[in-house]
C-alpha cells in the first residue's frame, strides 16, 4: 500500500517538492561552512520523495542540540510551521488523512533535523 501512496504523492508533487530540496542542498554545499544544512536539505528531500513507509528516530547528542537550534531559528520554524499548517489542513477530509501525517511527519524532520534519522 505504502508503493501506491508513494507514487501518488511523487505525482502529485513530491517530485517536484524533493528537486527543490536536492537544489536547495546544492546550494548550501558550495560552501563548507554550509554543508551541514545542504545534509540535511538532503535528508528532506529523500523523506520529500517517498515518505509513505518511512519513520524519523531522532537522536545526537550535544552537537545536535546546538545545531537544532540554529538551524530553529534561521530557517526550521517557518518551515515546519508551513508543514504543520499544510498537515491540518489535509487532515480535515478523509481522503486527506494519510497525505496530512506525512505533511506532519516532515514538520517534525524540518523543525530538528540535526541527529534525526530517516528510517
Known sequence: MSIIA???WIIFGG??????????GI?????IIGIPLGRQCFKMASLTLAPFGKTIVCGGGAPSLIANIFWLILAGLPMAVSYAVLGVLYCITVIGIPIGLQCLKMAK???LPFGAQVM
Open 15 to 24: 517530485l517536484v517538492t524533493a528537486i527543490g530540496w536536492c537544489l536547495a
Open 27 to 31: 546550494v548550501f554545499s558550495i560552501t
Open 6 to 8: 508513494n507514487i501518488i
Open 109 to 111: 524532520l524540518s523543525l
